[in-house]
């Protein structure tokens, strides 16, 4: 088959979108189209203001090939809950057999039309063929996870005309939605929902970590709901080998229950089926904290969940200030200190809230200076620390207690040069430590529990290159590294498993990696600063050093990016987002406290980080 591309001046079109603002609807006329060829690079509708719905109009009598395609593309783009207004540009059997939840593809820009010819220029006239093609940007699969894509997309779509009614509709197209970048943003959020780290505690207690499973749900179609469902589906596939779900295996919806909407209290009541209906009262707590923190972020707020067995029974009620109490949830515990090297390369702290100025030494061996450093990390309980000296040859770990002496090295690595030894330590939600060692030779990357013993070497399956940064999220399942490779560095998620019987030593992988920053060419700083974000330092191709949030999932967060830093070095920020983000620039270590500019802590210090 051949392609024919018709330019030209676009006719006005009878097609429309509606949109609803403050309860008034307003119809806003869209592109007009020939009757075949092409419509390149149209967004179906612009981006508009987050508190605007838009409702695409059903096809008009007569309409023309053309509309009939752009029409369903647009109606795609629509707050139209079950995609009804689609569905009309289909035929009966169609619509009954597209499943537009199964995934979406966002391109850069709208997907472009293209008719399609027969060969030798014969035309059936009851018949024809488009060509859907763009730019990849990302995909969303039908567990609602987003990853980034690149590659041309190309689907062809199939009209015929009904032989009773004469009209055109769409008989044959591929599952799923697609739409530009702009639609994309406008129609869906990015929301975290939340599970248990199935092989983690916090610290040395039984009690479940929280983990952050971001997804994207439709924005004004019933987000809430939206979210309890996807809940209950379970986790997203790259996460669910390491996080476990309190709700039994099939557990949904009471049938007939279409919305769950909070009451004046802001209260919740969830009927499910009859799976839940003999949960005892511990694992129904746990249940409702999984909502609760699942549903945190909406507005209204949700401060109490009530969950109903099938017979609309009470199974429990849980409060939001209850919930803390039955799962760690972010930073194990609040940050008492932000930790730093000052001009002595010994350790020195100050308050985390961002008061004052002055640092003092830590208690213990590394806040002497008879050990001169080049990294650190503390614990997250903050009663032990780790150091890398200064030629970045040797790990220290010593005890925040004054008076607590320094051992011999833990580790040594064997690398030649500073660049081709020790990276920066890391500690887990279970009082692990991380680091990796670069040397050429030998690089690897290594678990030590406790921080004592023999460190356990960690496999990294599908690893394309060498690490050079190490930070493990506070979940204890999730691992950042920046990974070099032919002089580019990039910043990779990946999932942490563990497994051996206790006792022995364990088996610890990371698996699975993925890219979370695919348009940036060098990363050269990074840290977690929230359950799903991190804060990243780096340039696009050929472009300047910038900072800015990334999400595990490669996606970019809404809101602002940090202020603008000139010379940073390295970054440090906390899980708990009420601290500042810190970091060392040119002008020494300075924060940035919410809602203002960059301040100064002091002129000279290196290695800021928070707990972890």
Known sequence: MGADRVGGARRKSARAVAYIACGVVVLAGC???????????????????????VFAMPPQEDASQAEIVQGFLEALTSDDPNFKTARMYLTAKAARNWQPELSTTVLADGPSTEAVRAPGGQEDTDTFTYTLTGDQVATVDARQAYAPADGRYSRRVHLT???????????????????GSSDFQRNYMSVNKYYFASNTSAGSTSEPIAVADPV??????????QMVRSLLNGPTSWLGPVVRSSFPTGTALRKGVTSLTPDDQNKLTVPLNQRASRVGL???NEMATQILYTLQTMTPTVDKVELQASNGAQLCVLRESDAKDLAAHGPIRHPGYLYFLDDKHRLVRIS????????????????TGDKQLRSVAVSRDEETAA?????????????????????????????KTEDDRLTAPSWDAQGDLWVADRDPKNPRLLLLQKGAGQPVPVETLGLDGRIESVRVAADGVRIALVVEKNGKRSLFIGRIQRSGATGEQPVVSVLELRSATPDLEEITAMSWAGDSRLVVVGREQEGVLQMRYVQVDGSTPEGPAPAALTGVKEIAASEDDKLPLVAYSED??????????????????????YPG
């Open 31 to 53: 592109a007009s189209m020939p009757d075949s060829g092409d419509l390149r690079g149209v967004e179906s509708t612009p981006r508009q203001d987050t508190q605007v719905r």
């Open 161 to 179: 005309k009904d032989a009773k009614s004469g009209q055109w509709r769409i008989d044959a197209l591929p599952q799923g939605v697609v739409m």
């Open 216 to 225: 994207f749900v439709r924005r004004r179609v019933d987000p809430m709901t």
């Open 282 to 284: 511990v694992r129904c």
């Open 352 to 367: 985390s809230e961002g008061r004052g100025t002055h640092a003092d030494p830590v208690p213990g061996a590394l806040g």
């Open 387 to 415: 150091g890398v000296g200064l030629d970045g040859k040797s790990l220290y770990v010593g005890s925040l207690v004054s008076g607590a002496s320094l051992g011999d090295p833990v580790l040594t690595s064997q690398g």
């Open 588 to 609: 020494g270590i300075v924060r940035l406290p919410t809602g203002a500019q960059w301040q100064k802590v002091v002129k000279t210090g290196s290695a800021p980080v």
